[in-house]
């Protein structure tokens, strides 16, 4: 969520994080697979806002969505949440027992199944994790706003299997360190997660909080709309080795370019870019990070 732009006096620190980013996204669009998770779950947590198709709108819209995986023009802004949180499976004593048992694998119990999430809104979950998706058959129902019934009802495999709406490939998925989604999950007043089985064991569930801001509930009315920020965000990670530099620019910003041929010393600094616009200039250090001063 954004209030306003950064302020001049740390406008330059984020330049440099905004950087770092970038050059992260990069790695990961390269093939590197060890990448995909810490660095998806970075752009969500720290880049949730609204979905526009202009700066305005973009600092207007309040509701959390993908917008902001396909936009990275809007990373060097300030959001703000109250509260950022997990909830898992880990052992309560400060044991070992993590999900082996699944004693501590859910919060309470209920007709049917175990709640393994019941959060207070306004917010959203931003990440469910798994090592184990078992018993893989057993359905996982959203409630939302407390509602009866639930609006999302899937199989607990369907929800890492990048295949079935909403939770759709490159945002959900399996790898070498388990099986995550990483779809956005708004929810204006709860959020009560249900698996019918009688027994789960390793999970991680991450959200985010946001009491002073309207969040409106996941909706299937929004399915288009949710069908193409998917889109986008897939078509922007097919990317791999190709240059993206039109995604971190605004719709209405003109791409220009600059090309740079000479040598990098060590220990020294050298100018790559420089702008008498903004008064700032770009080098760029051994580790190949472009670092504003």
Not at 157 to 179: C, E, K, N, Q
Not at 250 to 266: C, E, T, V
């Amino acid at each position: 969520m954004v209030d306003r732009f950064i302020s001049s006096h740390v406008s330059r620190a984020l330049e440099v994080a905004y950087a770092h980013r970038i050059q992260m996204l990069d790695r990961f669009l390269r093939k590197d697979f060890s990448m995909r998770p810490f660095l998806l779950m970075l752009l969500i947590l720290a880049a949730f806002v609204a979905p526009a198709r202009s700066q305005t709108d973009f600092l207007q819209r309040e509701a959390p969505t993908l917008f902001p995986l396909y936009r990275l023009d809007t990373l060097p802004t300030l959001r703000q949440s109250i509260k950022v949180g997990s909830i898992s499976s880990y052992d309560r004593t400060g044991g070992n027992d993590d999900g082996f048992s699944g004693k501590y694998s859910f919060i309470r119990k209920e007709e049917g199944g175990l709640v393994i999430a019941d959060l207070k809104g306004p917010g959203v979950i931003t990440r469910i994790w798994t090592p184990t998706p078992r018993p893989i058959d057993a359905m996982v129902e959203f409630y939302f706003d407390g509602e009866t019934s639930p609006r999302i009802r899937v199989k607990f495999i369907d929800l890492f299997s990048g295949r079935h709406f909403p939770f759709l490939s490159p945002l959900s998925g399996s790898g070498a360190g388990g099986f995550y989604t990483y779809v956005p999950l708004p929810y204006k007043q709860s959020c009560k997660i249900l698996v019918k089985a009688d027994r789960v064991n390793f999970y991680q569930i991450n959200y985010a909080t946001y009491p002073n801001r309207r969040v409106e509930s996941y909706t299937t009315s929004r399915t288009s709309e949710l069908k193409e920020d998917l889109e986008k965000v897939g078509t922007l990670f097919a990317l791999s080795g190709q240059d993206i530099s039109s995604y971190t620019i605004s719709d209405s910003s003109k791409l220009q370019r600059r090309a740079f041929n000479g040598q990098i010393r060590p220990g020294r600094a050298t100018t790559i870019f420089e702008t008498k616009k903004w008064q700032n200039s770009c080098t760029e250090n051994r580790s190949g990070l472009c670092i504003c001063k």
